[in-house]
Structure formats: structure tokens, C-alpha cells
């Protein structure tokens, strides 16, 4: 299909104190944007100024939530070029998304260029400043006007951009971990593994009581016993016991973070063995406290990795490697940034240029 491109009549321009950008608050002059109908595919796509969506108050993705979404980021390389992070991956898991809540799967390539002509018009938005990246929202929600619970027969494929500031402006800091209990993000045989809006939503409740009591992020149990890790937010996460990196395994729960596949496989070359299993939350306490866990960390697209100093559960607090950033956490922070922005050499394909 031809992507038509529609003029931007007043194009606003990217802020030049590149201090100053905050996560999703600021948006780029142009978005993609792809409908599709049921018997006709998708169809008429375009990038034409970024906007407000038309939908009709009864459009199936406002009472049923059918949507889902990604997460990616280009980033701008100390010779100006543009480096893509692993974009085929986060399209491939779109589309394994949209099979979950029964949406159209796109054409993985489709997309690939469509998101290049859309950066090409857009690279000035890419920001500079090392830690700065421009976030790539690929999003699809279902726009049928009809009160019924099915899968709609219309949707509405788009793109959007938005210029990031560095996640850790201050350098990387450890985070404060709160465990909930009583609340669970997901259940097996639900949509865990789709990144949909629904577990988000799910999710807020317990994140805003974590918010009030000084936390950080919440730490979700499994959905039956309420004592196996899951995730921390918005991140998978690792622990480190003496040369062995533990980490959730993929169980239909937890999201198939592709910053973790990349992590993992970095692990491995650093000679740690990953075991994916079951980890309870007691073991992870008392690992803590004995001094057997020595590290802890999350991983996601956001913050790449995120380090873990404190971590409660119920009525006790434990340390985490003394508080501050472990040494395997940032040397794995500073290789996956360093392939990202150009200052390693890429060994595994990860990296598109624009």
C-alpha cells in the first residue's frame, strides 16, 4: 500500500532545552494513522497531522477495551544518525497482542516502513542529549459504534511521537519496592502477556496506595497464592544470587519484555546462568536478609534497567546490595544503553538504522 502524506499547515517546533522534556507530555507534528474493516483489511493508510481522534460516543474500544499497544524508542547518536532499538520484535508482539483480544494482525514489514517515513519526517524531534530518546506509541483500539460485547468488526491502527527526557536525570538511582498482597495485577488464563490497556487500569489502585506510602513501584504476586513473583509495574524484574540471575518465567502472567530477552542474553555473556522459575516472595526475603541476594532489578523499555535498594512486604522492610546500584546492574545499564546509542558495538542485530 502507499502511505499518503498530508501537509502539517503550522508545524510547531522541538524544544531546544532538551532539560525540560518530560515522558509523554509533548508530541510530534505528524501521526500515522490506518483503518481497518472487516471483509476490506486494512486500508488507507496515511501520516497526516497529529491530532484528535474522531470516535462515536458508542466505538467498542470505550466500554469493552479492546486496545493494546507498544512501546519503542529511536535514539539520536553522537553523529546524528538514528538508531532504532529491536522495532520488529515490538511489532511481532503486537500482533501477538492482537491475537489475545481478537484484533487484525498487521504486516510486520507494513509497519517497518511506515514507521520509517514517519521518523524521516519527524527525525528533527529525535533529541540530542545522551539519556534523551523520542518514544514510539504504536496503538490499536477498536472504533465499531456498537453496544455489544464481540470483537469489533473496525479498528483504527496509529503511531505517535513523543521526544523523552533521560529516565534518570540524577544518574541511575535505586528504587523503593512495595509488595502488594492483596491486590493482583493479572490471573493465569487472562491477559497478562498482552500489552493491553486493561492489566494497566488494573493495576492503578494498588500503584496509587504505593504512591502514598513513599514507594515507587508495586511488586505483583501470582494471582492464585499470592506468593510467586510476577512483575514490578510496569518492568519485569531479576534477582542476583551469587552468579545465577532468577527472573519470572513466561507463563501467559508477565509481559515478554523484549528489554528482558535483551538483558538476559547479555547475562548469559557475562557468564551468570539465568534460571526462570518460580521465585516465592519469602525466599526473596530471606535472600535479602542473609545477604544471599545480592542484587535486584527491573527491565523495561523506560528505564532499561532499574535498580531495586529497598523492598517491603507486609511489616518488613529488607535492603537490597546495601541501598545502592549493584555492580552486574549497572554494568548491564551502561552495555544496553552503550549498543543503544552507538558507544558498543552491536553483536546481535538489535540495532535499525533509520
Given amino acids: 500500500m502507499d502511505i499518503e502524506i498530508l501537509p502539517v499547515a503550522q508545524p510547531k517546533q522541538p524544544n531546544q532545552d532538551e532539560t525540560k522534556l518530560v515522558f509523554g507530555k509533548e508530541f510530534t507534528n505528524r501521526m500515522f494513522t490506518m483503518p481497518y474493516d472487516t471483509g476490506k483489511g486494512w486500508h488507507s493508510p496515511k501520516i497526516e497531522p497529529y491530532g484528535p481522534l474522531s470516535l462515536d460516543p458508542a466505538a467498542l474500544v470505550l466500554h469493552y477495551a479492546q486496545e493494546i499497544f507498544e512501546g519503542l524508542k ?18 511481532e508482539r503486537f500482533n501477538q497482542s492482537a491475537r489475545r483480544m481478537c484484533m487484525p494482525e498487521l504486516d510486520v514489514d507494513f509497519c517497518l516502513e511506515a514507521l520509517r517515513e514517519l521518523l524521516k519526517l519527524e527525525q528533527d524531534w529525535v533529541p540530542h542529549t545522551e539519556g534523551t530518546s523520542l518514544y514510539i506509541r504504536p496503538t490499536m483500539i477498536a472504533t465499531e459504534p456498537v453496544l455489544g460485547v464481540k470483537p469489533a468488526d473496525q479498528y483504527l491502527f496509529y503511531m505517535i511521537l513523543s521526544p523523552v527526557a533521560a529516565y534518570y536525570k540524577g544518574g541511575v538511582s535505586p528504587v523503593k519496592i512495595w509488595v502488594s498482597d492483596e491486590y493482583v495485577r493479572v490471573a493465569p488464563g487472562g491477559t497478562g502477556e498482552a500489552k493491553t490497556g486493561g492489566n ?48 519470572s518465567p513466561l507463563h501467559g ?38 545477604g544471599l541476594l545480592q542484587e535486584a532489578f527491573g527491565t523495561g523499555t523506560a528505564a532499561v534497567v532499574s535498580p531495586v535498594g529497598h523492598l517491603t512486604y507486609k511489616d518488613k522492610t529488607v535492603t537490597i546490595s546495601g541501598g545502592e546500584t549493584g555492580t552486574l546492574t549497572m554494568k548491564l545499564y551502561k552495555t544496553l544503553t552503550g549498543i543503544q546509542y552507538g558507544h558498543i558495538e552491536d553483536a546481535h542485530g538489535w540495532i535499525t538504522m533509520l
Fill in 253 to 290: 502472567t508477565i509481559l515478554n519484555g523484549i528489554t528482558r530477552r535483551s538483558i538476559l542474553t547479555l547475562v548469559k555473556e557475562m557468564g551468570y546462568e539465568v534460571e526462570e522459575r518460580a521465585l516465592s516472595i519469602d525466599e526473596v526475603i530471606e535472600g535479602a536478609e542473609s
Fill in 74 to 91: 529511536a535514539f539520536r547518536r553522537e553523529d546524528g544518525s538514528i538508531a532504532l532499538f529491536r522495532p520488529r520484535d515490538n511489532f
Fill in 200 to 247: 494497566y487500569a488494573s493495576s492503578l489502585y494498588a500503584s496509587t496506595l504505593a504512591a502514598e506510602k513513599g514507594y515507587d513501584q508495586v511488586l505483583w504476586l501470582d494471582g492464585i497464592e499470592r506468593k510467586y513473583i510476577e512483575e514490578v509495574g510496569s518492568m519485569n524484574i531479576c534477582f542476583v544470587y551469587d552468579g545465577k540471575v532468577i527472573t
